[in-house]
């Protein structure tokens, strides 16, 4: 077998499309093949053949993209799972325990705050929602002992809040609690928390890294020599974060599939292309909005008067494909979105084709009522790969 090239000083864009994924041993297929397979031949018992035995347990397909993911984090440890969803509950169950509490986005992803408020609310632990723009805010809500999780997303979703991961992993680190990075909408090619002080990043690689709307996945990245939160044994009395996450996605058992994880590998080759072409339309897009007198507010982190502009430029290496904007009415919003041809009204985001939205009534629906509910004239934009041109012209009849 040839050794394995060390990919850990190559570039973003070279890691993303080598690392994890050797040409196979046996064949010299130059993408690693979908191994569809559930178990594996041991030559006497126990004899286990690059260690694989079940394919809960590990896939030759997974454990590609988890390398890779791994790789394009700059983390030492990668976890494939059937949604995002998925690896934020294996993750949870792994570091907290009744009792315990959370700092929360007051924007969070409404499925992430579902998930701590309605299914880890009932097992004991509890939550504080916060402002992350605010990094005093977020130190007040820490309570030393007892805080076990700080979770930021940055940019939230929806409305594209920043927050400064470095002086937040400052506070966590200084509480004994865990630091959580959502970074699905920057991606790890736009920014790597892990390098800013962050424990652990948290992906649905359904997103931009999957890149194409086909297929539903999570991921974990691990940072090297991560712990689990002060005072916390992990399975088989070790302490290390990589081994707690490692145990609970076997017993828990919600990994990615063979197929899933092939396709979102592909995913993840292209993105950096993908990423500066989201990137590039988005800021247009922005531009073309903030001139409209039927948008009232453009939110978009690589707009100046963004109040997180300053901290996205020192975190990011680019502003990402997602805008949001108020057209002072719900009608108005709700007009827009059934008004597009080339933006398709749909939930979800970071596929190659452009997508419309309406948060409070679509993807925020189950946050209403709560401390994180989002605006009603809100609508947001996935911005697509498509030719901006006809974007701008979409959106310019969709408002007229
Ligand atoms: C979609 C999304 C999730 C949840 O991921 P699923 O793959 O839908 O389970 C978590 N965080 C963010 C920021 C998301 O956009």
């Known amino acids: 077998m040839q050794p394995e090239h060390d990919w850990t000083g190559a570039g973003f864009a070279t890691r993303a499309i080598h690392a994890g994924q050797d040409p196979d041993a046996a064949t010299g297929a130059v993408v690693p093949p979908i191994y569809q397979v559930s178990t594996y031949k041991q030559d006497g018992v126990g004899g286990l ?44 169950r792994a570091v907290l325990r009744p009792g315990d509490h959370v700092v929360v986005p007051d924007d969070a992803y409404g499925g992430t705050y579902r998930l701590i408020a309605r299914v880890f609310g009932p097992w004991g632990v509890e939550h504080t929602p916060v402002d992350l723009a605010d990094a005093d805010a977020v130190l007040a809500a820490i309570e030393p002992g007892r805080t076990k999780v700080v979770w930021v997303e940055t940019p939230t979703n929806p409305l594209l809040g920043i927050a400064d991961i470095e002086a937040i992993a400052a506070h966590a680190r200084a509480a004994g609690a865990l630091l959580v990075v959502d970074n699905t909408f920057a991606t790890p090619y736009l920014q790597r928390p892990l390098s800013l002080g962050a424990d652990v990043v948290v992906h649905s690689t359904t997103k931009y890294i999957g890149g194409h709307s086909d297929v539903v996945g999570g991921a974990l990245v691990v940072a090297d020599g991560a712990q689990l939160p002060v005072g916390l044994e992990g399975p088989a009395g070790t302490t290390t974060l990589a081994d707690a996450v490692a145990f609970h996605q076997n017993a828990s058992g919600a990994v990615a599939g063979p197929f899933d994880a092939w396709l979102t590998l592909r995913g993840l080759r292209t993105l950096a292309v993908r990423m500066d072409r989201h990137g590039q339309n988005a800021a247009a897009v922005a531009a073309f909005l903030e001139d409209h007198d039927k948008v009232t507010h453009v939110i978009y982190p690589g707009l100046p008067a963004h109040p997180g502009h300053a901290v996205a430029a020192r975190q990011m290496s680019g502003y990402g494909g997602m805008i949001s904007f108020r057209t002072g009415s719900v009608e108005t919003a709700l007009e827009v979105c059934s008004r597009t041809r080339v933006f398709t009204l749909a939930e979800s985001l970071g596929g190659v084709e452009s997508l419309i939205e309406h948060p409070g009534k679509m993807t925020h629906g189950s946050v209403a009522g709560t401390a994180l509910e989002v605006p009603d004239d809100l609508v947001r934009l996935s911005v697509g790969i498509e030719d901006v041109a006809d974007l701008i012209a979409d959106l310019a009849q969709a408002l007229a």
């Not at 347990?57 to 791994?70: F, I």
């Open 49 to 92: 053949r690059g260690g694989y035995e079940y394919s809960r347990s590990a896939n030759p397909t997974r454990a590609a993209l988890e390398q890779a993911l791994a790789a394009a984090e700059g983390g030492s440890h990668g976890f494939a799972f059937a949604s995002g969803l998925a690896a934020e509950d294996t993750l949870l």
